[in-house]
């Protein structure tokens, strides 16, 4: 219907979701569940329609994370979100693209369910302390004090340094410049000594049971892939949330997307997605908003 406010607002509903969940799939479920729910509602009784439909989807998300949680409890090997491919509106908005990053949405994950929720609407959504306590159903002085708990949470466990797109740009050009021509040497120049590189194949692809740490492990890690898949692997640029990351295909097929984390010019974090769940609607490029 021309004109509904969920319609109006179906891309901030869907960003928001998924920043609550770290699933495009879950987030599309919730998105679906909470249009079922607007349909129900009394429009008349309505003060402020955008207001309203972010309650209707944070409160549904957040019954969704509650279940998701123990769902990923029983994960095989590292959970990574699931990766989006994003337009130069989501990468010109900063604080979007940080939002969205694999680094963020992982400490993300560490919050716990109301805790995540504040922080997400209040930081990144900058919505008031009144609506935040009506979408979470909170007093707005307990919002306050889980917004100050989650803000200080975050801080200890987000990347220490600044992060920045250039050298995000210029690491992920020459990654994929080492990987293309085999230089090992190129690759371990870009990777910091404490470098983690996690990969989630959800039990359905091969990927790494746990994290591999360090620069030579890593390396190494890296030069077996280049050598089994020699001919077969082809890789290209690709904006993933919101930032540059790198898409990976074998025998023509998208297998894998790659993404960095970038701190002081090296290669803290290599996150490598081969679920092929969370690749299935890579190819359709993700409508973000605030």
Do not use: C
């Not at 190494?220 to 290209?236: D, F, N, Q, V, Y």
């Amino acid at each position: 219907m021309s004109g509904d406010p969920f319609l109006e607002h179906r891309n901030l509903l869907f960003t928001v979701a998924y920043e609550l969940l770290g699933s495009a799939a879950d987030a599309e479920d919730v998105v679906q569940e909470s249009w079922l729910k607007w349909d129900r509602v009394d429009r008349d009784e309505v003060r402020d329609p955008r207001a309203y439909v972010v309650r209707i989807v944070t409160r549904t998300a957040l019954d969704r994370l509650r279940t998701v949680a123990r769902r990923r409890e029983d994960y095989v090997g590292p959970w990574l979100p699931e990766p989006l491919l994003t337009g130069p509106d989501v990468a010109d908005d900063v604080a979007l693209a940080d939002s969205l990053s694999t680094a963020m949405l992982l400490v993300l994950e560490t919050l716990a369910p109301t805790e995540r929720a504040v922080f997400v609407l209040r930081e990144v959504f900058d919505l008031p302390y009144d609506e935040l306590a009506e979408a979470v159903g909170r007093t707005p002085a307990a919002v306050r004090q889980i917004a100050r708990r989650a803000r200080a949470h975050v801080a200890e466990r987000r990347p220490r340094g600044a992060v920045s797109r250039a050298a995000t740009e210029r690491a992920t050009r020459a990654f994929l410049a080492a990987i293309e021509t085999g230089d090992l040497q190129a690759l371990a120049d870009l990777l910091a000594p404490d470098v983690v590189a996690f990969g989630d194949g959800g039990g359905v692809k091969q990927a790494m049971p746990r994290p591999v740490l360090g620069q030579d492990r890593v390396v190494r890690l890296l030069g077996l892939g280049i050598t089994t898949m020699a001919g077969r692997m082809s890789a290209e640029p690709a904006e993933v949330n919101g930032s540059p990351g790198l898409l990976l295909r074998l025998d023509g097929e998208v297998d894998s997307v790659m993404t960095l984390q970038v701190e002081d010019g090296l290669v803290t974090a290599l996150y490598t997605v081969r679920n092929p769940e969370k690749l299935a609607r890579l190819l359709d490029p993700a409508d973000l908003t605030r």
